[in-house]
Nanobody
Framework: QVQLVESGGGLVQAGDSLTLSCVASGRGFNTYAVAWFRQATGKARTFVAGIRWDGGRTDYADSVKGRFTISRENAKNTAILQMSTLAPEDTAAYFC?????????????????WGRGTQVTVAS
């Protein structure tokens, strides 16, 4: 069982940067793929970025490629999402998720554990 807690959200201006953290408790975090999803009000939850259990592979949605960076520190049971050049369309609740196995999934149904989310609001 893994529990995930996100932090770092807030209100920023367009063009600003923000770093989100996901801290895991429980066993096995270092064997799970981790991803960030986001969900804007009234919209579906969508994949943002994912990282393999060992950090050796990452994947990004086209909309954030080149602006967001996902990383992890297994020794600290932490995953990080660094976001730069934020735009109003990045406004959403951001969720951390963990999945058993070696693959990074873009489908939210593939993830076994979820945090409660942290709100990111980007003002224009």
């Amino acid at each position: 069982q893994v529990q995930l807690v996100e932090s770092g959200g807030g209100l920023v201006q367009a063009g600003d940067s923000l770093t989100l953290s996901c801290v895991a408790s429980g066993r096995g975090f270092n064997t799970y793929a981790v991803a960030w999803f986001r969900q804007a009000t009234g919209k579906a939850r969508t994949f943002v970025a994912g990282i393999r259990w060992d950090g050796g592979r990452t994947d990004y949605a086209d909309s954030v490629k080149g602006r967001f960076t996902i990383s992890r520190e297994n020794a600290k049971n932490t995953a990080i999402l660094q976001m730069s050049t934020l735009a109003p369309e990045d406004t959403a609740a951001y969720f951390c998720a963990a999945a058993r196995g070696p693959l990074i999934h873009r489908e939210h149904s593939k993830y076994d554990y979820w945090g409660r989310g942290t709100q990111v609001t980007v003002a224009s």
